[in-house]
């Protein structure tokens, strides 16, 4: 019973590194109707800028990340009006298409720029299991992840509180809405997009520090954006609690089956159960467990 | 002046409904396909036509697949490599399990089987759209790749999953020069290309283009999506499935799994934006843009003494830039371009 627990424990917590990557994705669908498959090359932008900086010129990790958030909101500016501003109003279709072009142009200059070795990433979080748990309830749980869960938690109440207390967050909610609309009320949708996109590039930077102190900052981050897409259609676009419900969903059953399905099929399930476990629930319910249900008319 | 049609009158419905109405294409078709059947085997060189040619039909075949499924029935999808794999190694199980096996007879089973997984996973599509579609081709092409890795008698048991595919025989005339092997991808391809011209002018194609338009309205006026889209899953898999056992017999010798990774899922997806989306012509022209792309930045590179390294990570660079140019500039991509050039040619040398 305790393995079972282990596996579940830990199976939550990397859902919660999920959901971080996925509440990325969210923010922007939801602001600007774009479903950004470059994500993932974001969080391996960040991060690589961001370990980059410290290991070329040398500054301390505390000055790298604030200039890697101002790298960020540079390439937020960038996107926006190199890419997004020429695409208003074009099908939703054909964003989605040019941001996988964006995340082939974003890998390519993240590792244009700072190589493409992979470099290892020092958080002052040790990767132990915490000992508190282990002693009273003889569970293995790493202390890092329980950390990644806790800033997690603490990016979410920020993006709430964002969202619903201040005056960006009330027009970001109406550009959300309508984009002419709010438009017409005043609200500058260029700005808002900025915003989105370096609130974007923020979490993805948090996502990207916490993964690469995991496994090391490489290219394979950008995959992360793979695993974060059935937590996305299984919690629904447009959701933040539907991002870490279903990254939560997803990582927790992605572990079970692994450990308990999969010795009975040759493991190594874990790349594709994620996918037709979501599959399989579209068919019930095609908007996710939070997403809006769209009632189309001709 | 060369190119006008004044002149040129129909008489019959059946000279009306031609798929090169103007006399200048036809003889230019011709023309294309004399220098592609004739001169490119007796001038090319052995690497133009194993290293440029052959791969670029077979990856044209690819994305006329992709083009049918995405440019006009409108259902984005992101696993066509593994519809490939699944043509290539149902192709190369067939030869190898069957004794006496026709290779053409393999090609054909390999595709159809493409097909029918084209159509198991192209049955979420009735219910959801967009990105969401998009994400659940993803999973097709995890799936597929670990069902090739972790199931031996796919591979034949063979202990690195790595397979070396049969010489291709038929009537038994071996394939195995590159200008034998350029002619038969070639005669497939053409033949291939041509049926999905007339697919698309069929009543079939119209009702794919009615569904992309608008689905609901095509649902209205008698269409049924449930057929309509599974037969567009199913057509553009099997063409896809062709073209994956293409690329292992003629062009690759061996498979892998990896050989069908993601990677080439987007390859194929490129050649389809930057070619033309809806557009037989633009598969075609996208599938050579790609191909010489990368030689291209090579050669460009290394005029320049840039590392590998460098050149690599230009070319996804230059691969993602090119893509978000042309949804901004030309959304109808390169065939749109040879339209105009050719709407151009109809009035020169005057401007209106």
């Known amino acids: 019973m305790s393995f079972f627990i282990e596996v579940l424990l830990g199976g939550l917590l990397s859902g919660v590194m999920y959901a971080l990557v996925a509440i990325g994705f969210v923010l922007i669908y939801k602001a600007s109707g774009v479903f950004n498959f470059a994500q993932g090359a974001m969080v391996f932008f960040a991060a690589l800028t961001c370990v980059g900086m410290v290991d070329k010129f040398g500054v301390s990790l505390w000055l790298a990340i604030p200039l890697t958030i101002l790298v960020m909101i540079a390439l937020a500016l960038a996107i926006e009006r190199v890419v997004l501003r020429p695409l208003v109003n074009q099908p939703e279709i054909t964003l989605f298409m040019a941001t996988i072009g964006l995340a082939f142009f974003i890998e390519g200059l993240a590792q244009l720029l700072w190589g493409s070795q992979v470099r290892k990433l020092e958080l002052p979080i040790e990767d132990v299991p915490n000992e508190y748990l282990m002693e009273h309830f003889n569970i293995l749980v790493s202390q890092f992840d329980m950390t990644a869960a806790v800033v997690c938690a603490v990016l979410v109440v920020a993006l709430a509180l964002l969202f619903t207390k201040t005056r960006v967050g009330r027009a970001l909610r109406a550009v959300a809405d ?25 979490v993805a930077l948090v996502a990207g520090l916490l993964w690469g102190a995991r496994n090391g900052v490489q290219f394979a981050l950008t995959f992360i954006a793979l695993k974060a897409l059935p937590v996305l259609i299984l ?52 908007e996710g467990l939070f997403g809006e249900k769209i009632i189309r008319r001709i | 002046m060369l190119y006008r049609e004044a002149g040129q009158f129909k008489t019959s419905y059946v000279a009306d409904g031609q798929i090169l109405p103007i006399r200048q294409d036809r003889v230019a078709l011709c023309a294309l396909l004399a220098v592609a059947l004739a001169a490119v085997p007796l001038l090319a060189s052995p690497y133009l036509l194993s290293a440029i040619l052959i791969p670029f039909l077979i990856f044209a075949l690819a994305a006329l697949g992709l083009n049918m499924l995405t440019g006009y029935a409108g259902q984005l999808s992101l696993g066509t490599a593994a519809f490939m794999a699944v043509g290539a190694y149902a192709s190369f199980n067939f030869v190898a399990r069957i004794p006496g096996m026709p290779l053409l007879l393999a090609f054909i089973l390999g595709g159809l089987c493409a097909a029918l997984v084209g159509i198991a996973f192209g049955l979420p599509s009735l219910r ?41 025989q038929i009537f038994g005339y071996r394939f195995v020069s590159p200008q034998a092997k350029y002619l038969l991808v070639l005669g497939i391809v053409s033949l291939m290309a041509l049926l999905a011209k007339n697919m698309i002018r069929s009543n079939v194609g119209r009702s794919w283009m009615a569904i992309r338009d608008m689905d609901m309205a095509a649902e209205v006026i008698g269409f049924r999506p449930l057929r309509t889209k599974l037969l567009a899953f199913a057509v553009s898999s099997f063409y896809c499935g062709v073209a994956g056992a293409l690329y292992a017999f003629a062009y690759l010798g061996t498979v892998e799994p990896e050989a069908y990774s993601l990677d080439l899922s987007f390859r194929i997806l490129f050649m389809v934006i930057i070619g033309g989306v809806g557009s037989i012509l633009g598969s075609f022209l996208g599938a050579a843009f790609i191909v010489l792309l990368p030689i291209f930045l090579n050669m460009l590179a290394h005029a320049l003494g840039l590392a590998t390294n460098y050149a690599s990570n230009l070319e996804l660079m230059v691969f993602g830039g090119l893509i978000i140019f042309f949804l901004i500039v030309e959304p109808h991509g390169l065939a749109r371009l040879w339209q105009i050039g050719k709407e151009k040619l109809r009035l020169w040398p005057f401007p209106h």
């Open chain 1, 178 to 202: 309508d984009h002419q609309a709010a438009l017409a009320v005043g609200i500058p949708l260029q700005r808002i997009w900025v915003v989105v996109w370096s609130v974007a590039g923020l």
């Open chain 1, 235 to 286: 919690g629904g676009f447009t959701s933040v609690p539907g991002a870490i419900v279903g990254g939560l969903i997803i990582g927790a059953s992605e572990k079970l089956a692994e450990v308990y399905i999969g010795p009975m099929v040759g493991g190594g399930i874990e790349g594709w159960f994620p996918y037709v476990l979501a599959l399989l629930f579209l068919l019930v319910r095609p």
């Open chain 2, 128 to 168: 959801i759209r967009g990105f969401y579609l998009a994400a659940a081709t993803l999973a097709t092409q995890f799936f597929v790749i670990w069902c090739l890795t972790k199931i031996p008698y796919l591979t034949n048991y063979s202990s690195s999953g790595v397979v070396t595919v049969q010489t291709m």
